[in-house]
């Protein structure tokens, strides 16, 4: 699944997500939002220019996203995004309108929907988080140019197979190759039982 693959299903197979950003404090406030639109440019949603969001938004762009799609814990998929946004065009407005009618009985005049704005989420990292695979599935991406990195456990060459790590990983994703322990990143929970098992200091937080 690539940045736009995980785009699309946010938009049609989840559509409504949560959206946090920061207020004149730096107090996290959440609301609802839905994602109206997805290209290679990034994600699109819409709010009106008298919300709070919208204030929220033009003084401070920082964003994070959270939507779920499944009716119980592992049966759910969770996609998480956290970047950057700003304000579209009145042509985006106009395209996430026309792909989203549902708009027009919420603001069903012209005059009405002059409240509105586009906003295009440009640039940042998400996960996608599977909890209904077993064992556990997770994807990390960016998009936009964004090159930070999330922190990983890996097993250096201390190892000495001891198989400790192994012994208290919740989703069995270590094994054993060439005399050393290795863990399957897209399998792993990032629980850091490995690290605090592991008698030789073998395993180190990373950045991926
Ligand atoms: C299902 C659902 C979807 C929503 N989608 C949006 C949206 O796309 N844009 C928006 O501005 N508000 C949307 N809202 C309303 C906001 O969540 C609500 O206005 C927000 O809590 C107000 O936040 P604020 O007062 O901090 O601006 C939605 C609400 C619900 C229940």
Redesign the pocket.
């Known amino acids: 699944m690539d940045a736009l693959q995980i785009f699309r299903f946010l938009r049609d197979d989840i559509h409504?997500v949560v959206m946090a950003t920061a207020d004149g404090e730096g107090n996290p406030?959440t609301?609802?939002?839905?994602i109206?639109d997805a290209d290679e440019g990034g994600l699109y949603?819409?709010?009106?220019r008298g919300?709070?969001?919208?204030s929220?938004l033009k003084s401070r762009p920082q964003l994070s996203l959270t939507g779920i799609k499944g009716s119980s814990t592992l049966t759910s998929v969770a996609i998480t995004v956290s970047g950057l946004c700003r304000e579209a065009g009145e042509e985006e407005l106009r395209t996430l309108l026309d792909k989203n009618r549902y708009m027009y009985e919420i603001y069903p005049t012209e005059a009405s929907r002059a409240a509105l704005a586009a906003f295009r989420i440009y640039r940042g990292r998400g996960e996608v988080f599977d909890l209904s695979k077993l064992p556990i599935e997770r994807i990390n991406f960016t998009f936009g140019g964004d090159a930070s990195a999330e922190p990983a456990y890996f097993i250096t060459e201390s190892c000495t197979a001891c198989g400790k790590c192994a012994e208290v990983c919740p989703q069995g994703c270590i094994s054993f190759e060439g005399g050393r322990a290795s863990i399957a990143q897209r399998h792993c929970l990032r629980c850091g039982n490995c690290m605090a098992a592991c008698p030789c200091g073998a395993v180190v937080l990373k950045s991926i």
């Open positions: 409504t406030v609301c609802a939002v839905d109206m949603f819409l709010t009106a919300k709070s969001l919208y929220r």
